[in-house]
T-cell receptor, first 117, second 115 residues
Framework: GAVVSQHPSWVICKSGTSVKIECRSL??????MFWYRQFPKQSLMLMAT?????????EQGVEKDKFLINHASLTLSTLTVTSAHPEDSSFYIC?????????????FGEGSRLTVL | AQKVTQAQTEISVVEKEDVTLDCVYE???????LFWYKQPPSGELVFLIR??????QNEISGRYSWNFQKSTSSFNFTITASQVVDSAVYFC????????????FGTGTRLQVFP
């Protein structure tokens, strides 16, 4: 079963509103989580590294004020798309390392598809 | 700078054919990790393999096999006797030595297997 869960799976919102996407680690603690963005038929682009108890680290070109990341607990990171516009429509995916030292596997959430009208 | 190139955008095969997905990477690190992930239509990424830069042994897992060649910076993925369920987008990814959780993805190869 999934060890990283995202909610909601899909969301439609009006332009100008803010949308929050949650990423939860199930049954394990994640001091770090990663947020990716995927455009249709394109690759995953790392947006930011979410750090529990401290500020997120954003990749070059990602607007910090547009994409707010909060890692309030060891099992939850949230991505808030503020004042969303149609160009923010995308598939957002989070990941959290779990058992990596043993299996090398990075677990990804199911993704959240955002459509901004 | 790190980079992963998957030159094949889309591949179509008929069931039972063998198919190889190419992956070429660039990195200045001497220690790094390479990954393959499968993304079916549902969207969730499915881990297939991780290989570290010191292990050049080829890997076989059922119908899947991987060929890692450091000399050509390639980490190719072969599916033998493809099946319709193999239809998906496959991503090759690279991670840094000191931040192995941060992945740099290739652009993906969409594989369509027809019955």
């Amino acid at each position: 079963g999934a060890v990283v869960s995202q909610h909601p799976s899909w969301v439609i919102c009006k332009s100008g509103t803010s949308v929050k996407i949650e990423c939860r680690s199930l049954d394990f603690q994640a001091t770090t989580m990663f947020w990716y963005r995927q455009f249709p038929k394109q690759s995953l682009m790392l947006m930011a590294t979410s750090n529990e108890g401290s500020k997120a680290t954003y990749e070059q070109g990602v607007e910090k004020d547009k994409f707010l990341i909060n890692h309030a607990s060891l099992t939850l990171s949230t991505l808030t798309v503020t004042s969303a516009h149609p160009e923010d429509s995308s598939f957002y995916i989070c990941s959290a390392p779990f058992g990596r030292a043993l299996t090398g596997e990075l677990f990804f959430g199911e993704g959240s598809r955002l459509t901004v009208l | 700078a790190q980079k992963v190139t998957q030159a094949q955008t889309e591949i179509s095969v008929v069931e039972k054919e063998d198919v190889t997905l190419d992956c070429v990477y660039e990195t200045r690190d001497t220690t790094y990790y390479l990954f393959w992930y499968k993304q079916p239509p549902s969207g969730e990424l499915v881990f297939l393999i991780r290989r570290n830069s010191f292990d050049e042994q080829n890997e076989i897992s059922g119908r899947y096999s991987w060929n890692f060649q450091k000399s050509t910076s390639s980490f190719n993925f072969t599916i033998t006797a493809s099946q319709v369920v193999d239809s998906a987008v496959y991503f090759c990814a690279l991670s840094e030595r000191y931040n192995t959780d941060k992945l740099i993805f290739g652009t993906g190869t969409r594989l369509q297997v027809f019955p």
